[in-house]
C-alpha cells in the first residue's frame, strides 16, 4: 500500500538525494588522499633504501649530500622503489648558490650508463622552479614565472613541494606555484623512481632534509 510523505521528511530525503550526486570521483580522490600520511624516504642517518655514487653521495649532519669535485657527466642518487601518484616535499640548499641540480621523479635508470630518463624539478642557474624532461625530450616543459625571484633563496633553505597525480604535475618552490602541467602524451610513464641530481661540470655541493613522500589516490582528481 502506497503512502503520501509528510512535508518535512520528503524536503530532507530530497536534500540528501541531491547531495549524493555533489560528491564525484575527485572529491572521494582527495578526501582518501588527506587520509594517507607523509612518510621520510630518509632515515637521517645513512642511504638506506636509495643508491648511487657514494664516492660523491653521503649522510652528513642529517642531510644528504652531493659534493661533487667536478664531474663529466650528470650523477644521480635515487630510491630502490618507485612512486606513482604522490606528493614529494623536501627541502634543499645549494652552496653558494653555484651550480644545476633538480629532483627526478616518475623516471628510471638508463640501463648500462649513470643517466636517468623523466621528469625534474629543476633548480639552479636559469632553471630554478622550471620542469625539465631529463635525457628524453630534453626540454623544458614549463618556465617558472618571473616571480619566484621574489621568493627564492639562492644560497640558503628552500622549500621544493612535487605533486604528481595522473597527467597533472604540478611544482610548487617556496610557497609559489610554479609549474601546473598537463602531460598531453599518453606514452609518457606515469610512474617512476625518484632521484636527486648534481649536474656535471665544475665543483658543486648540493644539500637535502626532510625528505617526505604521501602517496595518492589513484582515482580521477
Known amino acids: 500500500m502506497s503512502r503520501t510523505l ?49 664516492k660523491l653521495w653521503k649522510v652528513e649532519d642529517g642531510m644528504i649530500v652531493g659534493d661533487s669535485p667536478g664531474i663529466k657527466q650528470n650523477e644521480f642518487l635515487a630510491t630502490r622503489k618507485t612512486y606513482a ?8 640548499r645549494m652552496r653558494e648558490g653555484q651550480g644545476n641540480s633538480g629532483v627526478q621523479f616518475r623516471s628510471k635508470r638508463e640501463v648500462g650508463t649513470s643517466a636517468v630518463i623523466g621528469y625534474q624539478a629543476d633548480l639552479g642557474q636559469q632553471y630554478w622552479g622550471c620542469l625539465y624532461d631529463e635525457h628524453r625530450r630534453n626540454k623544458v616543459l614549463v618556465q617558472a614565472p618571473p616571480a619566484l625571484a621574489d621568493v627564492l633563496k ?38 617512476g623512481i625518484i632521484a636527486l641530481q648534481i649536474h656535471s661540470g665544475p665543483a658543486m655541493r648540493m644539500e637535502f632534509r626532510n625528505i617526505r613522500i604521501r602517496e595518492l589516490s589513484s582515482k580521477a582528481e
Open 6 to 54: 509528510s512535508h518535512p521528511v520528503a524536503v530532507a530525503l530530497a536534500i540528501l538525494g541531491a547531495s549524493a550526486f555533489l560528491v564525484g570521483p575527485g572529491d572521494v580522490a582527495r578526501s582518501e588522499d588527506k587520509k594517507v600520511e607523509a612518510v621520510s624516504l630518509f632515515n637521517g642517518k645513512d642511504l638506506t633504501g636509495w643508491e648511487g655514487d657514494t
Open 85 to 92: 601518484d604522490f606528493e614529494l616535499s623536501l627541502e634543499f
Open 154 to 191: 639562492k644560497e640558503g633553505w628552500n622549500t621544493y613541494i612535487i605533486r604528481a597525480k595522473g597527467d597533472h604535475i604540478t611544482l610548487t618552490l617556496n610557497g609559489l606555484k610554479t609549474v601546473d602541467y598537463r602531460e598531453p602524451d599518453e606514452t609518457i610513464p606515469r610512474s
